[in-house]
């Protein structure tokens, strides 16, 4: 498994939860990581993307919500989520992506807000 993901779970409307992905050194330093999601009966979106280099981009729908981060000691990406929505409730898979290079899926983590 190149990418293990964890941190899904059941939250209230308004609450948090912070996603982790964790990876191997070599991809974790190269490699555009981020979080796309898929809600039922949806196509999957990108929710979330950061570079090695550390440049963001986030969905429309998540901005001021939910910021993504890379912990290098750990070789691990963050997805945090405050205020969250019932619309967020879906199945959240991080991905990690270089030209050139396999694209890597983690196994999904659901999240499931409730209102």
């Known amino acids: 498994v190149q990418l293990q993901a964890s941190g899904g779970g059941l939250v209230q409307t308004g609450g948090s939860l912070r996603l982790s992905c964790a990876t191997s050194?070599?991809?974790?330093?190269?490699?555009?990581m981020g979080w796309y999601r898929q809600a039922p009966g949806k196509q999957r979106e990108l929710v979330a993307s950061?570079?090695?280099?550390?440049?963001?981009n986030y969905a429309d729908s998540v901005k001021g919500r939910l910021t993504i981060s890379r912990d290098n000691a750990e070789n691990t990406v963050f997805l945090q989520m405050n205020s969250l929505r019932p619309e967020d409730t879906a199945v959240y898979y991080c991905?990690?992506?270089?030209?050139?290079?396999?694209?890597?899926w983690g196994q999904g983590t659901l999240v499931t807000v409730s209102s």
């Open positions: 950061c570079t090695s280099g550390g440049v963001t």
């Open positions: 050194r070599s991809i974790f330093s190269s490699y555009t």
């Open positions: 991905y990690a992506k270089h030209w050139g290079r396999p694209f890597y």
